[in-house]
């Protein structure tokens, strides 16, 4: 069972907390550190770009586990210094601090960062990302004090601070490259009945548009489009997806694309390195792809620590994410193809449906809004890859919990 004297977790996002959890539960005995580039302990990212930035937000760094979760465990936090290398064939962690911890092995869960436009006045003061705890608080400040807010890029994270924007009374605008925002995850017709419901609650929503530049007096305070037209912002909200943090595993000559490259079990190109989480491409046969949502940083970082320790691969995973925005909770589960057949339930005019999308009887995923009751017997569904009767997914009136019923 202890094959490894001292396992070193770098990254304290949920995988990182997720592994070292894990570990001891699975009855590893030996030495487990967990290191952080942020003094905090770890926290939740979703309520960043939901609740944080809200009137009456919950707890912008909002634990995944109380101090006592790793005292108990006798897990050593290295919080508050960032790694810099790591020395594989020297079995070592370097630390920014100059430490160096021994490692027989490291678990990598550096996740990723917010990714930048590199545009004219890209560096101007009120022009931000979302990433961190901080992040959201300097954002938090901005819409308090009110004024016009930008935020480029349409994706969750995007219509997220859009919506909390509105909420909050600043006068908001989304700016998004594309035809639709979430068009991606959503699909067209999906994203569209979204996008009216921005534009009901007072966002504009500006399509097939990017940014040529802010410009401002050190500040930014308005932001040019690339048709010519401009926009006055006291802050700009810049959300077009993230960069895995790939530094330390390029460095030490892992194998490295969109992602750390895994096996389904984690391992890299070295045998003394695992990655998990949003860092991590997992092999899927014929490629290698990331997952960039909670649900796979939980459940991976917890079948890492299963596979160090010389288990087996994980169960059949089935991807899951939600926003909050408004009054609007949306869920998507599943890899549908845009060629997939679907079945909708419920009222689209209303926001509250849901959308069964399925080859051949058998479901490959659901997108619901304010439907939340119908995600998880479709999650099972999805995961058992079992074929159902045509006419009863076509039936409205059947819900998905009957569905998954008759199947067993």
């Known amino acids: ?102 490692a027989d092995a490291v678990l990598l869960c550096t996740g990723g960062s917010p990714r930048s436009i590199n545009v004219p006045g890209a560096d101007l003061g009120g022009v931000c990302t979302l990433r961190t705890a901080e992040d959201a608080a300097r954002i938090r400040d901005h819409l308090e004090r009110g004024g016009p807010v930008v935020v480029v890029g349409g994706g969750f994270i995007g219509t997220e601070v859009a919506a909390a924007a509105s909420a909050r009374g600043c006068p908001t605008t989304v700016v998004e490259a594309g035809a639709l925002p979430m068009l991606g995850a959503l699909g067209a017709d999906v994203a569209t009945r979204l996008a009216e419901a921005h534009r009901e609650r007072g966002v504009t929503v500006r399509t097939g548009v990017g940014v040529r530049a802010f410009t401002g007096d050190g500040r930014v305070r308005n932001v040019v489009l690339t048709d010519g037209s401009t926009l006055q912002a006291e802050l700009v909200v810049v959300g077009v997806g993230m960069a895995p943090e790939v530094r330390l595993a390029v460095d030490a000559g892992l194998t490295v694309g969109d992602g750390v490259q895994v096996d389904a079990l984690g391992r890299t190109s070295n045998p003394s390195v695992w990655a998990a989480g949003d860092v991590a491409a997992v092999s899927t046969g014929d490629e290698h792809r990331r997952f960039e949502h909670w649900q796979n940083a939980k459940e991976r970082g917890s079948a890492l620590a299963r596979a160090v320790l010389g288990g087996t691969a994980p169960p059949a995973f089935v991807p899951w994410f939600w926003s909050d925005q408004y009054d609007l909770n949306i869920q998507v589960a599943g890899e549908p193809a845009p060629h997939d057949a679907r079945c909708w339930r419920g009222d689209v005019e209303a926001l509250s449906f849901s959308v069964l999308h399925h080859r051949d009887g058998v479901l490959t995923g659901i997108t619901a809004v304010n439907s939340g009751k119908d995600v998880r017997p479709a999650i099972e569904l999805i995961r058992r890859g079992t074929a159902l009767d045509i006419d009863a997914l076509a039936d409205a009136s059947t819900t998905v919990k009957a569905l998954l019923k008759a199947a067993r």
Do not use: C, W
């Open 1 to 102: 069972m202890d094959r490894y004297e001292h396992v070193v977790v770098v990254g304290a996002g949920l995988a990182g907390v997720s592994a070292v959890g894990s570990l001891r539960e699975q009855g590893y005995g030996g030495q487990i550190t967990l290191v952080g580039a942020e003094e905090r302990l770890p926290y939740a990212r979703p309520p960043l770009s939901k609740a944080a930035l809200l009137d009456t937000p919950r707890s912008a760094d909002e634990l995944l586990r109380p101090e006592s979760f790793y005292r108990d465990r006798d897990v050593t936090l290295r919080l508050g210094t960032a790694a810099t290398a790591l020395r594989p064939r020297e079995g070592v962690v370097e630390l920014g601090n100059g430490n160096r911890l021994r």
